[in-house]
């Protein structure tokens, strides 16, 4: 069973930094691509973005295009969201996503998920 694990949440100021971390196991993690996303109280989850399996190409959300970047590591299975410029409202749980496809951008696209990690940008 796939198992995705997210680290690097925590409380930080408008305008800060972080890098959120996941490490999947029980996989071949070259063969997936990988997404993050996010759910703020009382919304819908929504797409952040991914990552293609060969690093080749990237897809992120409008509202956070410019400020946030995904990467990943095929050597050590772990696959990275750094997100800069932090905004009040990018305040939520973060959940870190595999998929089979070669594309993905729809909750519906991702098979496996991580248990999310918080993210709190206060002003």
């Known amino acids: 069973q796939v198992q995705l694990v997210e680290s690097g949440g925590g409380l930080v100021q408008v305008g800060a930094s972080l890098r959120l971390s996941c490490a999947a196991s029980?996989?071949?993690?070259?063969?997936?691509?990988m997404g993050w996303f996010r759910q703020a109280p009382g919304k819908e989850r929504e797409f952040v973005g991914s990552?293609?399996?060969?690093?080749?190409?990237?897809y992120y959300a409008v509202a956070v295009k410019g400020r946030f970047t995904i990467s990943r590591d095929n050597a050590i299975n772990t696959v990275y969201l750094q997100m800069n410029s932090l905004r009040a409202d990018d305040t939520a749980v973060y959940y870190c996503?595999?998929?089979?496809?070669?594309?993905?951008?729809?909750?519906?696209?991702?098979?496996?998920w991580g248990q999310g990690t918080q993210v709190t940008v206060s002003s």
């Open positions: 990552i293609s399996k060969n690093y080749d190409n990237t």
């Open positions: 029980e996989l071949t993690f070259s063969s997936y691509t």
């Open positions: 996503a595999a998929s089979r496809y070669s594309r993905g951008v729809t909750s519906a696209d991702f098979g496996s």
